[in-house]
């Protein structure tokens, strides 16, 4: 089995800045994407940034503001915003593309809620 976990979040003022970590555990053989993705109440989950071998992408929504990384050898990623404004509050998830046991899938973690507010 493989387990995503987020650490960071909470209460940020405006104008702050955000830094989200996820771990990955588990039978693990390697990691192919690794992205952020946000939901706010009432809507689609939005994706927000992603990286892979090839580089790092970013939502319109976060662009100028937003960097991701990944560490392999900790199976881990990171998201950084900074500026916050409030329209980035949201619950933010991890996800991972793992290959465990021969099979690549999605996994997600349990989400961490952001508040953006004074």
């Known amino acids: 089995q493989v387990q995503l976990v987020e650490f960071g979040g909470g209460l940020v003022q405006p104008g702050g800045s955000l830094r989200l970590s996820c771990a990955a555990s588990?039978?693990?053989?390697?990691?192919?994407?690794m992205g952020w993705y946000r939901q706010v109440p009432g809507k689609e989950r939005e994706w927000v940034a992603f990286?892979?071998?090839?580089?790092?992408k970013y939502g319109a929504s976060v662009q100028g503001r937003c960097t991701i990384s990944r560490d392999n050898a900790k199976n881990t990623v990171t998201l950084q915003i900074n500026p916050l404004k409030p329209e980035d509050t949201a619950v933010y998830y991890c996800?991972?593309?793992?290959?465990?046991?021969?099979?690549?899938?999605?996994?997600w973690g349990q989400g961490t809620q952001v508040t953006v507010s004074s």
């Open positions: 996800h991972m593309e793992v290959v465990s046991g021969g099979i690549r899938r999605n996994y």
């Open positions: 588990g039978n693990i053989y390697s990691i192919y994407d």
């Open positions: 990286i892979t071998a090839g580089g790092q």
